[in-house]
């Protein structure tokens, strides 16, 4: 039996290392760790990235696949469901680092069954709301970060988070996680938390407006 970490990072604030940093604190005894850089999970599937396919040739029964959030796996409803059901019927254990969800197939209880069946629909649905919502904040930050640019009104300062802290605080927020785990868990302030939960898509919208202002200024 192997414990197979697979990450997936789609831009430069996201690093392999820090995925793997955190399933080895959450007691995780990695095997291997397969992943693939700069690959967007709402456009490629998991069976046509480079190391997403690896996993259906080396995974077997009895085997651990570990990821940080359903949200590495892909960010379309129907690619992670069935990529998750695929596995189970393999015999593959498919585990998460937060909240330490486990997907087991080999259960034959229906109730059982159906409780699983629907937590994987409701995250894989998650994963997709989250990929909408976070697309139409960029769509709108652009356009109005070239807004500002263009009339040279723009005050604003630099973020105190990047895009990888902002999607951290996001998916904690999701799963009700409280504001002091999410401080220890992103490394920013009570207080920077506090401003994205208020509005989280004027977070986004910030990321974005500071990104085009310190391309236009280059």
Avoid: C
Avoid at 52 to 62: E, F, N, S, T
Avoid at 113 to 129: E, H, K, N, P, T
């Amino acid at each position: 039996m192997q414990t197979v970490l697979y990450a997936r990072v789609s831009t430069l604030d996201q690093t392999i290392e820090h995925q793997q940093t955190q399933a080895e604190a959450a007691g995780f005894k990695l095997d291997r760790v397969l992943a693939d850089h700069g690959v967007s999970g709402v456009k490629t599937k998991l069976e046509e990235r480079p190391e997403g396919r690896r996993l259906y040739d080396i995974l077997r029964a009895g085997d651990i696949l570990v990821v940080r959030w359903i949200d590495r796996l892909g960010r379309n409803y129907d690619d992670v469901k069935q990529a998750i059901e695929q596995f189970m019927r393999r015999g593959v254990i498919v585990r998460t680092i937060i909240n330490n969800m486990t997907f087991d197939g080999s259960t034959k209880d229906p109730m059982q069954m159906a409780v699983r069946d629907a937590l994987i629909g409701f995250m894989a649905a998650a994963a997709q709301s989250h990929a909408e919502v976070t697309k139409a904040a960029q769509i709108a930050g652009i356009a109005h970060a070239k807004s500002l640019v263009g009339e040279k009104r723009y005050k604003g300062r630099k973020p105190s988070f990047n895009a990888e802290q902002l999607t951290g605080v996001l998916n904690l927020l999701e799963q009700k996680a409280g504001v002091s785990a999410i401080a220890k868990a992103t490394g920013l302030s009570r207080q920077t938390i506090y401003r994205i939960i208020d509005d989280p898509a004027a977070a986004q919208m910030s990321l974005v407006e500071w990104e085009v202002v310190r391309s236009k200024a280059a």
